[in-house]
């Protein structure tokens, strides 16, 4: 826990939601590489303790396969040419310690051995860190989203308007319920993903992982709202923790694939169930 490391892959001159379109370059050169590009939404880039960055970039644009073009490589943070140009704050909120940079990359050496498994395994790296972390975003989605329950019921209970509880109202008692079910849904919804992936992996519970991935930030971003209308005015405060946990809440349907990107793969897993049934 003394030394952090952050992944440097999302660029601001292209759509990163399709990882191949990224133009970073690796290019060997002798027994080290060379890396120059432009990073942004280098999560954790910010924090003192970040000494490593796992940058991905292309090794071989040419390649035939388009998923085999990519690499990753250790940089140290301190190595030349690796420049931290400004913090990227999510809604205003700038998430100190941990932040968010953009970072340029010029002409920034490193060892050969730094290479991670191989040139053009890149994606393969990376699917095999975003199943689990994708259940690590939804699980914390959960919690969120219970904070808020919890945090709206308590309001309600205490809030006076009209003549009676704000507790009373018909509307309230409606939304309470329903966040109660898209919580338990979502939640069986991520216990069947990860019990998928422990018992046959990352790649055969795919389809479960992108499905919890499009639910349960759109539940918690839903649940949230409810509760600040229950708080009122003192919902956009900082006061209630309602607003940071509706701004974290709403970057999760981007950060990781967006929304439309997993649910074309979720379509398209779908539909090539059936083909073979035509």
């Not at 396969?65 to 943070?77: A, F, G, K």
């Not at 979502?186 to 216990?191: A, I, N, S, Y």
């Not at 209630?240 to 946990?245: E, I, K, Q, S, V």
Request: proline share 4%; net charge positive.
């Amino acid at each position: 826990g003394t030394i952090r490391s952050a992944f440097a892959m999302t660029e601001p001159d292209v759509a990163s939601s399709d990882a191949t379109n990224i133009e970073a370059r690796i290019e060997r050169d002798g027994g080290d590489y060379i890396l120059n590009g432009r990073k942004w939404w280098t999560s954790g880039a910010n924090d003192p303790r970040c000494k490593v960055l796992i940058f991905m970039g292309k090794s071989n644009p040419d390649h035939t396969n388009r998923h085999q073009q990519q690499s990753m490589i250790l940089v140290p943070m301190d190595t030349p040419g690796v420049k931290v140009l400004r913090h990227l704050p999510v809604f205003g909120y700038d998430d100190a310690p941990h932040g968010h940079a953009e970072i340029s990359f010029e002409n920034v050496r490193v060892p050969a051995s730094n290479m991670l498994l191989g040139e053009g395994r890149g994606f393969e790296i990376a699917q095999g860190r975003l199943g689990p972390g994708r259940i690590h975003h939804c699980m914390r989605l959960i919690g969120r989203a219970e904070r808020a329950l919890e945090s709206m019921c308590r309001r309600s209970l205490d809030r006076v308007a009209f003549g009676r509880p704000i507790a009373d109202q018909g509307v309230t008692r409606e939304r309470i319920a329903n966040a109660r079910i898209m919580i338990d849904q979502t939640r069986f919804l991520v216990l069947n993903a990860a019990h998928k992936m422990d018992t046959v992996g990352n790649k055969d519970a795919r389809q479960e992982i992108a499905m919890i991935k499009v639910a349960a930030p759109s539940m918690a971003c839903q649940v949230i709202d409810w509760a600040m209308q229950v708080h009122g005015g003192g919902a956009v405060s900082d006061d209630f923790g309602l607003a940071r946990a509706y701004a974290s809440s709403r970057t999760l349907r981007f950060a990781d694939g967006p929304d439309e990107v997993h649910r074309n793969a979720i379509a398209k897993m779908e539909l090539g169930r059936h083909l073979g049934r035509l």
